[in-house]
């Protein structure tokens, strides 16, 4: 709820529509976040929402900016954690375009290039931390340490 208005109130600001009259606002935001969250190609987007590939097109590229600066601050970082508690970390490869001038983003595990992201939570399920994306080529380890997630006035590892 919090988020849906914050996410009104950014778009207020700007003068006229900035998004397009066909999806409305709402499913601007929703074509947005899964556009970001699946990789769903924009041509599978426009006949899933019934609209036209440009318009998914331009309301991605609209709507990016505002999601991004809505969800910023509600990102939680490693400064955030409690050294107190044990957490469950896991990274994840997010997958983009063969960079042939980049070849820090090859990711031999994976076998493809992309950014490494680590998230981790507590014990019950709570996000606590998302670190953020270094170079596909880093190590699963060496990508935590960065953030500072496995420094030693945070989490200890899980009593066995």
């Given at each position: 709820?919090?988020?849906?208005?914050l996410?009104?109130?950014?778009?207020?600001?700007?003068p006229?529509?900035?998004?397009?009259p066909?999806?409305g606002?709402?499913?601007?935001?929703?074509?947005?976040?899964?556009?970001?969250?699946?990789?769903?190609?924009?041509?599978?987007?426009?006949?899933?929402?019934?609209?036209?590939?440009?318009?998914?097109?331009?309301?991605?590229?609209?709507?990016?900016?505002?999601?991004a600066?809505v969800l910023?601050e509600?990102?939680?970082?490693?400064?955030?954690?409690?050294?107190?508690?044990?957490?469950?970390?896991?990274?994840?490869?997010?997958?983009?375009?063969?960079?042939a001038?980049?070849?820090?983003?090859?990711?031999?595990?994976n076998?493809?290039?992309?950014?490494?992201?680590?998230?981790?939570?507590?014990?019950?399920?709570?996000?606590?931390?998302?670190?953020?994306?270094?170079?596909?080529?880093?190590h699963?380890?060496?990508?935590?340490?960065i953030?500072?997630v496995?420094?030693?006035?945070?989490?200890?590892?899980?009593?066995?």
């Open positions: 709820m919090v988020r849906s208005m996410v009104h109130d950014e778009c207020a600001d700007k006229g529509r900035t998004w397009p066909s999806l606002l709402f499913k601007s935001i929703i074509v947005t976040l899964t556009y970001l969250r699946r990789n769903r190609v924009q041509a599978e987007l426009a006949e899933t929402f019934g609209v036209s590939h440009p318009t998914i097109s331009r309301a991605v590229i609209k709507r990016t900016p505002v999601v600066k910023t509600q990102v939680p970082v490693a400064e955030d954690l409690d050294m107190r508690q044990q957490y469950i970390t896991d990274g994840s490869l997010l997958p983009c375009w063969s960079w001038g980049h070849p820090e983003l090859y990711s031999g595990k076998q493809t290039t992309g950014l490494n992201v680590h998230v981790a939570c507590d014990l019950s399920g709570r996000l606590v931390c998302v670190s953020d994306p270094v170079d596909g080529c880093r699963d380890i060496a990508a935590l340490r953030p500072g496995l420094d030693a006035d945070h989490p200890r590892p899980l009593d066995r």
